[in-house]
């Protein structure tokens, strides 16, 4: 980091501090020797044009975990087509693999205060 004057690692540990400070992110620790940020700013999501994604919200450390080695897979098998989200997965069961829609599951949701359903 020469042209900016820092030492290694000063610019992301100062990045990570002000994402805290301004609690954009928090701090999980995820066993004696490692830990994880996880970024939760809606500003921040809606920034790069995904403000509702569901990995904004809170988890519990198991589930960040499992999803940690999930992308590990991910990362050590490029050669595998990923489909993060849900309109790129429902393209791809009925336009690539030509299953129709009404063939995928779905799954419900209601809200306690009103009658209204979310299918997904």
Known sequence: ????????GELITNLLKRLQRNRHCRLLRLSK???????????IYRAVG?????????HQVDYVRAKLLGLD???????FHYLPT??????????????PLSDL???TYKTPNSRAETHR
Do not use: C, D
């Not at 849900?86 to 336009?95: A, G, I, L, Q, R």
């Open 33 to 43: 020797n490692a830990s994880a940020y996880h970024l939760n700013s809606r500003a």
């Open 50 to 58: 995904h403000e509702n994604l569901r990995h904004r919200r809170s």
């Open 73 to 79: 897979y991910v990362l050590e098998n490029h050669e």
């Open 1 to 8: 980091m020469q042209f900016s004057g820092l030492k290694s």
């Open 86 to 99: 849900k309109e790129e997965k429902v393209s791809f069961f009925t336009n690539v693999l030509n299953i």
């Open 105 to 107: 599951p779905v799954k």
